[in-house]
Each structure stands twice: as C-alpha cells, then as structure tokens.
C-alpha cells in the first residue's frame, strides 16, 4: 500500500467521506446535476508554471468566495491547453470558468443555442469519451482457461493471451492490484454529419479536458470527464452501470455492470486479459510496422438483450484485439456495434445505428511492475441510416494521454461509486 501522500490531491475526496459520506454519495443538487467541484480545500502553494514540454494538469483554483482564501482542489483536474482556452490572461480564464460553473444548474441552458452546444459535447463524450463494452468482464486470479476440447483457433488465442500476461508485469503483479486511479488529458475532435460517399474531413478545431478514473475490483469504477462547457460522470457500484452529463435531470442506466472501453485501451491489462481468453484467433495484421495476432470476440445474444431496451435493440458487438508477436502487448483494440432505434409504427424497421471504434495504443511504461499505456488515439465512424433517414456518415478523433496513475489508492471504499440518488428515483418509478 502506498502512503496517502503520494496521491494527496486525489485522496482528498476519498478522506473527507469518512467525516461526511454525503459529499462523495450526493451528486446531484436540487435534484440536478452537480457539475461543480468539491469545496475541499488545502495550503498546497500555487503550482508552478507548465513545464514547456510534456503533459501539465492544473489541480488548484483560487477561491472565488475569498481572496484571501485557501486554494480549492479541482475535482476533476484540467489540462493546460484547455485552461489557456478560456481567456487571454491568467484572471479573466478563472472568472470564465467560474461563470461556466455557476451556469450549469442556471435556467441558460433553456437556449435553444446553448442546448445544442451541450448536446453536441455530450454526444462526443459519450461516444469516444467514454463508452462502454458489453462484455462484464469476470475477476478471475488464475487468468488461465483449460485448452483440452479447445478449437485450434480458441486454444492459440489462450497462448497469445498468456504471452501478453507475461509482457506486462506477470500474473502476480496483477493479483497485487487492488484499486487504480489515473488521471489524464483528451483532445477530441468530429466532422458534421455527410449524406452517402461524401469525404469526411474532421474539424480543425480540438475539444480539450481532462479526466480521473477510479476503479476499484471487481466492477467498481468510475470516471469523470471534462471539457470546456460539459461534464461526463460515469460509473459501475457493481450492480447497475451508469452515465449522466451535466445537464440531465436523469442519468441513464441499463443492465448489469459492464466495463468502460478506456481499461481496455492498455490502462487495466488483466481485464484485457479477462476479456480475451474467451476469443478466438483469426489471423495476422500489421500495425505500426508490427506482426500482430488477431484476436476476435462476439457477444453472445442474451448479453446483448440484457442491454437492449424497448426504444432500442444491440444487434451485434464484436470486439477485435490486435497483440504484437514481438513484445506479446496489445497495440490496438478495436470493435463495431449496431443497433436499431425504434420509430413509430409496427411495420417499421426504424433507423440503423453502426458504430466503429479502433483505438492505436502507445507509449507503454512500467507503474509497480505492471505495463501500462500512456497515450494513444482513438478513430470513431458513425453510420446513420435505415428508414425515415438518409445514409449519414460522421467521424470522430480522440488523442489522449495519462499524466498519473497509481494503484492500491490508500482509502478507496465502495462507497466512493455509488450512483447518483437519481437512479433509485428511476428503479422505483
């Protein structure tokens, strides 16, 4: 275990729930959304300016109440690009954040302007930001599968499987790992919607933020991530997965707990492990300049109807993993999901929805004798069609980067990933 003071900024909400356990358990206020940063704060002097290379996060803000006052501790801490976004001097950047703050819960998001704004944010966030996988994966110590009556293809799988364990740290490093926690920086960017075989050109313009990322075994996680002018909070208690941004009065929450993409993106390799023993190998690629294996996994049926809903249906997800025969690690992993939204009608088939993800994986570090990923891009295609619309197209880039991250986190209980008192108001109704 290591001391609380290696982690000290990101400990801090974990402490205070002792003395108060509504502040890590209430998320919303009035019922909404609570989309500001907790009140917590310390004599830690002011950072110091951003290196001129590498990742810089700011974790302090000065206090708006008090001059004089203590310096607050960001929830969520944000990358220096992002900070620099919002003013042409150091003062009017904090003033512009702290108006954004306060008019999170404020009656301005009724502007049909501002509203589409949030939607389009939201709908990034939830699409490359942080989107889930199926598949729950299964905690299990001994990361091995018996290949007696196995296929060649599932017994090879098992072995590439086994190569990648050994490439990032061994099995007894990852029986050590307790809890995570990881804190990063995104730029995300999309193109409009394009009718047929028209070119895509993604936008110039970047999204920044930052994001931290609890994780605690065996399906308790959470994540929270921020960009200028929305908030994605999304999360696991072991029973119920969930996700709201800050501007919904309900978070949306279906089926049983399932894992966030981003563990897969080289950040939790015995999850990875986990997910792929059940794959199967289906041939070899080269990525980066590397022989890689390929491994491939569908989702069974009653996975996908256990996550469809009476507005939706989870055709078919397949995931795809592509593991280096050099090095044994995952250098990209990629799947592809349909499913169809339900329109009026009872003849009608309603729109298709497909979407594909393939994220490169990069810059792997040892963190406590385990390998872990340190940047990497994500590339999202959506397809749009099926009655009542049109073939539309539309891509999405994802470039990101992990500043931090530390395991076995002194004081992280379950009470940390609650959901929010919003979805036992919806369970109920």
Not at 383 to 394: C, L, M, P, T, V
Request: with cysteine.
């Amino acid at each position: 275990m290591h001391s609380p003071f290696r982690f000290l900024h990101k400990a801090f909400p974990l402490a205070f729930s002792h003395l108060n356990k509504d502040l890590m358990r209430e998320r919303t206020l009035g019922g909404a959304f609570n989309p500001s940063f907790f009140l917590v704060y310390c004599n830690t002097p002011p950072p110091p300016p951003p290196p001129k290379t590498g990742i810089y996060m700011r974790k302090l803000c000065p206090n708006f109440d008090r001059e004089d006052g203590l310096e607050t501790v960001l929830e969520v801490p944000i990358p220096e690009d992002m900070f620099t976004s919002m003013g042409s001097n150091v003062a009017l950047r904090w003033q512009n954040m702290a108006t954004w703050m306060k008019a999170q819960t404020s009656d301005k998001w009724l502007s049909p302007i501002i509203a589409g704004r949030y939607n389009e944010l939201s709908f990034l966030l939830y699409i490359v930001g942080s989107p889930l996988i199926p598949l729950q994966v299964q905690l299990d110590h001994s990361l091995h599968r018996p290949v007696r009556h196995s296929s060649i293809e599932a017994s090879t799988a098992k072995y590439i499987v086994q190569q990648y364990i050994a490439a990032t740290g061994g099995q007894a490093a990852m029986n050590s790992l307790l809890s995570m926690c990881a804190v990063g920086e995104v730029k995300i960017s999309a193109s409009d919607f394009h009718q047929g075989d028209e070119s895509v050109n993604v936008r110039s313009t970047e999204e920044a933020g930052g994001f931290v990322l609890w994780q605690k075994n065996p399906d308790l996680w959470c994540l929270e991530l921020l960009v200028p002018g929305c908030k994605v909070i999304s999360g696991s208690n072991g029973k119920v997965s969930w996700r709201q941004s800050s501007n919904q009065q309900t978070p949306i929450s279906k089926g049983p707990p399932r894992p966030l993409r981003r563990f897969l993106q080289g950040l939790d390799p015995r999850s990875t492990a986990n997910l792929f023993l059940d794959a199967v190998c289906i041939g070899e690629k080269i990525i980066n300049d590397e022989d890689c294996f390929i491994l491939k996994l569908d989702t069974c049926k009653s996975a996908l109807e256990a996550q469809s809903s009476r507005k939706y249906e989870i055709i078919h997800h397949t995931i795809w993993g592509y593991f280096s025969q050099r090095s044994g690690l995952l250098l990209k992993f990629e799947d592809s999901r349909l499913l169809t939204v339900k329109t009026k009608g009872e003849d009608s088939e309603g729109v298709f929805w497909e979407t594909s993800t393939e994220s490169v994986i990069e810059d792997y570090k040892y963190v406590d004798g385990v390998n872990i990923a340190h940047s990497g891009k994500t590339f999202v295609t959506v397809y749009r069609y099926g009655e009542q619309s049109a073939n539309h197209r539309r891509e999405l880039e994802e470039a990101w980067k992990i500043e931090e991250v530390d395991f076995n986190v002194w004081g992280l209980s379950a009470d940390f990933f609650m959901p929010p008192s919003d979805i036992k108001r919806v369970k109920q109704s």
